[in-house]
């Protein structure tokens, strides 16, 4: 059973950081290509980050490069999202995603739950 399990969300000011992290189990981590999505309130889920199953490759929105990092650690099956001068546009429920593609996409084998990330200006 593979399960991810999102955590790290929470309330911060304009400006402010956050650093998510997403807990994999129940697959071989290190074969899955991982991803960041968001989805706001009344909005579509939208891409964040994605990165490689070696770590070597990433990719980013636009909207968020420049101040998003996604790293990942196989050895701990976790991969993390570090979120810097965050602003209230920011605001959404953060889900992680696997999938054994390089490009992980909407149609992921496998979601987290999601974590709240609510920036207040």
């Known amino acids: 059973q593979v399960q991810l399990v999102e955590s790290g969300g929470g309330l911060v000011q304009a400006g402010g950081s956050l650093r998510l992290s997403c807990a994999a189990s129940?697959?071989?981590?290190?074969?899955?290509?991982m991803a960041w999505f968001r989805q706001a309130p009344g909005k579509d889920r939208e891409f964040v980050a994605g990165?490689?199953?070696?770590?070597?490759?990433?990719y980013y929105a636009d909207s968020v490069k420049g101040r998003f990092t996604i790293s990942r650690e196989n050895a701990k099956n976790t991969v993390y999202l570090q979120l810097n001068s965050l602003n209230p546009e920011d605001t959404a429920v953060y889900y992680c995603?696997?999938?054994?593609?390089?490009?992980?996409?909407?149609?992921?084998?496998?979601w987290g739950q999601g974590t709240q990330v609510t920036v207040s200006s």
């Open positions: 129940g697959l071989t981590f290190s074969t899955y290509g």
């Open positions: 990165i490689s199953g070696s770590g070597g490759l990433t």
């Open positions: 995603a696997a999938d054994r593609r390089f490009r992980v996409g909407y149609d992921a084998n496998y």
